[in-house]
């Protein structure tokens, strides 16, 4: 049974850091993407950074480029999320998922499997 499951989310100021992690089972991560998406209130989800299966290109949206960085620990099987300079814009719930297929894609419905999402809230 394919499984995603994120922890790492919580309350952070300002310029503040946070790691998220998207823990798998049921498949070996590394062959197969796994992208980042949030989802603010009101907002549509928006995929934001992505890493390929196992030759680990790595893509990231403007808006964190720069800020956040994606991992892959294969030995844990377990993708990671660094946040750094945190902005009270990126304030969401905040998933993993994975297309089932080697190749990334910002497009949220050509994801298969979702874990259940992190909240992530940036504010003083």
């Known amino acids: 049974q394919v499984q995603l499951v994120e922890s790492g989310g919580g309350l952070v100021d300002p310029g503040g850091s946070l790691r998220v992690s998207c823990a798998a089972s049921?498949?070996?991560?590394?062959?197969?993407?796994i992208g980042w998406f949030r989802q603010a209130p009101g907002k549509e989800r928006e995929g934001f950074s992505c890493i390929s299966s196992s030759e680990g290109t790595i893509y990231y949206s403007d808006s964190v480029k720069g800020r956040f960085t994606i991992s892959r620990d294969n030995a844990k099987n377990t993708v990671y999320l660094q946040m750094n300079s945190l902005k009270p814009e990126d304030t969401a719930v905040y998933y993993c998922a994975t297309r089932y297929f080697a190749y990334c894609s910002g497009d949220p419905r050509t994801y298969r499997y979702w874990g259940q999402g992190t909240q992530v809230t940036v504010s003083s």
């Open positions: 049921g498949f070996t991560l590394d062959s197969y993407a």
